[in-house]
């Protein structure tokens, strides 16, 4: 069975930086595709970024460009998400989530595991 963990939240000032992690386990993911989302109150799930675990190639989804880092350590089957210079409207549940995918996937709907998230909070 698949099991996805976040961690690495918190509160934070605006201009900040935060590494969130997901461990994965319960398969071999090799080709997968993992990736963030975020949803603030009362918003839809927004995609963030994803990496393919096997060749470890990042895609990010607009929220995230020039800001966000994602990498892999596959050895420790963990995916990280470094965020820097965080601003408030960066609040939110971050998710971490796996897809079997020939390409990057940027709707929720085509991720079938999903970790419980991690609350990020930006503020003064």
């Known amino acids: 069975q698949v099991q996805l963990v976040e961690s690495g939240g918190g509160l934070v000032q605006p201009g900040g930086s935060l590494r969130l992690s997901c461990a994965a386990s319960g398969r071999t993911f090799s080709d997968d595709i993992l990736g963030w989302f975020r949803q603030a109150p009362k918003k839809g799930r927004e995609f963030v970024g994803a990496?393919?675990?096997?060749?470890?190639?990042?895609w990010y989804g607009d929220p995230a460009k020039g800001r966000f880092t994602l990498s892999v350590d596959g050895a420790k089957n963990m995916v990280y998400l470094q965020m820097n210079n965080l601003k408030p409207e960066d609040t939110a549940m971050y998710y971490c989530?796996?897809?079997?995918?020939?390409?990057?996937?940027?709707?929720?709907?085509?991720?079938?595991?999903w970790g419980q998230g991690t609350q990020v909070t930006v503020a003064s």
């Open positions: 989530a796996a897809a079997s995918s020939d390409y990057i996937p940027q709707k929720s709907s085509e991720y079938a595991y």
């Open positions: 990496i393919r675990w096997i060749s470890n190639s990042p």
